[in-house]
C-alpha cells in the first residue's frame, strides 16, 4: 500500500464470490463512479478475483481487465493490489491467506467472525506491526456500523454490559416459528435460500456464530480478546446443561412464551463485573414489546451500557448479501479515505479474566424463571 499516491485508484483483489463477495463485485462494476464520490475522488478498481471454482463467476458481470484465478495465495500477494478483502470464511486457510496479505504490504478487510474471534489477537497484533490496515465492520451485525462507532464516537464510554442479538438466521427462524408456527426444518431451509445461514447451518443454531460475534464485540467494548470456546451457548436445565443454541427451542416453548407476553430470543451477553469478564450466548425469554422482542426476523440488535452515555442501541440487517456488502464497501471507503484499522485508536488488546456465565443476567443474581418458560427471563428497561 505504501509509494502509491493517494489519488491514485484503490487496487482491490477480492478473494471469495459467496453471497456477500457477489454483492461487493456487482457494486464495484456498477457503481465505480458513485462510489468515487464518496472517496474524495479515488476510483476502487476491482483488479483480481480469486474462486476455487471459476465457474462460480458465471451470470455476474464483472470488470472487463479483472484477472480470475484459483490460486488463492496469489492473490493475497499480488503485486498489483494495495488491499485483499477475504471473503471466503473458515480459518485455514483464510487465516494463511489474510497473513501474506499483510506480510505482502496489503490492507486487509475481512468478515470472517470465526477467524477473528479464535485469532483475532495474533492478526491484530501483526497488523500494528505492520502499520496496515485490518478492518472487519461487516463481521458484527451485518449492515449495522457497530465496530466503527465503538472505537470511535462513542470510545470516551467505560462500558459495563453489552446485551445483544446477533444471528439472523437463529432470529429468522425464532420469529417465523412463533408467528407463524411454521416448522423448524421448513423456516430454517428458507434462512438458508435467503442467503442468511453459514455454510454449515450448525454453527448458527448451535450459537457458534453468535458466540463469535460476541468475543468482537468484547474485544472492542472491553479491550480483550476471550476465550470464544469458553463462552457458554447451552442453558441451564435442571437436569443440566441444555441444548447449544437454540437446537433445543421447541414450538411448545414459544407458544408458551408468547401467552406470557414473552419471546425467545438467542441473547448474547458480556458483562464487566469488579474487573471480570461474563459472557453468555443462550436462549433468553424477553418482553414482546421491548427492544429484543420486536427484533424480528433478520434483524440484529445490540445495547450497550456505560457511562457517561448509559444505554446506547444499534439495530439493522445482521445477515444478508446486500446489507453485508454494505459493511464491506464502507471498510473499503474507510481505507481509500486513508483510515487505519477497525480499532483506530483504541490501545493494543490486553488479557481477561473470564466467567463463562449461562444463566445469570448482568452477572449478579440467580437465573429467573416464571412457570411459563424454561429459559431466563430478561427484565429490560424501556430506552
Ligand atoms: N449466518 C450469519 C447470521 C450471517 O445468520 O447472522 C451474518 O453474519
Redesign the pocket.
Known amino acids: 500500500m505504501t509509494g502509491r499516491s493517494p489519488d491514485a485508484p484503490l487496487r482491490i483483489a477480492l478473494l471469495g464470490l459467496g453471497t456477500v463477495a457477489r454483492e461487493v463485485a456487482r457494486a464495484l462494476t456498477e457503481r465505480v463512479n458513485e462510489l468515487r464520490l464518496v472517496t474524495g475522488g479515488r476510483e476502487l478498481q476491482l483488479v483480481v478475483l480469486g474462486v476455487r471454482d471459476p465457474g462460480r463467476s458465471r451470470g455476474l458481470e464483472l470488470p472487463p481487465d479483472l484477472r480470475l484465478t484459483d490460486d488463492l495465495a496469489d492473490v493475497a500477494g499480488s503485486p498489483d493490489a494495495d488491499v485483499v478483502v477475504e471473503l471466503l470464511g473458515g480459518l485455514d486457510p483464510a487465516e494463511g491467506l489474510l497473513r501474506h496479505a499483510l506480510e505482502s504490504g496489503h490492507g486487509v478487510i475481512t468478515a470472517n467472525?470465526a477467524l477473528l474471534a479464535r485469532r483475532g489477537l495474533r492478526l491484530e497484533a501483526l497488523a500494528r506491526s505492520r502499520e496496515l490496515p485490518l478492518r472487519f465492520e461487516a463481521a458484527v451485525g451485518?449492515g449495522i456500523p457497530i465496530l466503527g462507532p465503538l472505537a470511535s464516537d462513542l470510545a470516551a464510554n467505560r462500558w459495563s454490559s453489552v446485551r445483544a442479538i446477533l444471528?439472523?438466521?437463529t432470529n429468522y427462524i425464532l420469529s417465523a416459528m412463533a408467528d407463524q408456527g411454521q416448522p423448524y426444518a421448513d423456516v430454517l431451509a428458507d434462512a438458508q435460500a435467503r442467503g442468511?445461514?453459514?455454510a454449515d447451518p450448525a454453527g448458527?443454531v448451535e450459537g457458534r456464530?453468535a458466540a463469535d460475534k460476541l468475543a468482537i464485540l468484547t474485544r472492542f467494548a472491553f479491550g480483550s480478546w476471550i476465550d470464544v470456546d469458553a463462552i457458554p451457548r447451552a442453558p441451564d436445565g435442571l437436569d443440566g446443561p441444555g441444548r447449544p443454541g437454540i437446537s433445543g427451542v421447541t414450538g411448545g416453548d414459544l407458544a408458551r412464551a408468547r401467552e406470557a407476553g414473552l419471546m425467545i430470543r438467542l441473547l448474547a451477553q458480556a458483562s464487566r463485573v469488579d474487573g471480570e469478564l461474563r459472557v453468555s450466548v443462550v436462549p433468553t425469554a424477553v418482553a414482546t414489546g421491548g427492544g429484543f422482542g420486536r427484533t424480528d426476523g433478520v434483524e440484529n440488535r445490540i445495547e450497550l451500557r456505560g457511562e457517561p452515555i448509559g444505554r446506547v442501541a444499534f439495530s439493522g440487517p445482521?445477515?444478508g448479501g446486500g446489507a453485508?456488502s454494505s459493511a464491506v464497501l464502507g471498510d473499503l471507503i474507510a481505507i481509500a479515505r486513508g483510515a487505519g484499522s477497525s480499532w483506530a485508536g483504541l490501545p493494543p488488546a490486553i488479557p481477561a479474566r473470564l466467567v463463562a456465565d449461562a444463566g445469570r443476567l448482568d452477572g449478579s443474581g440467580p437465573t429467573l424463571r416464571t412457570d411459563t418458560t424454561r429459559y431466563p427471563v430478561l427484565e429490560e428497561q424501556p430506552l
Open positions: 467472525k451485518g444471528n439472523g438466521t442468511y445461514a453459514e448458527d456464530d445482521g445477515a453485508t
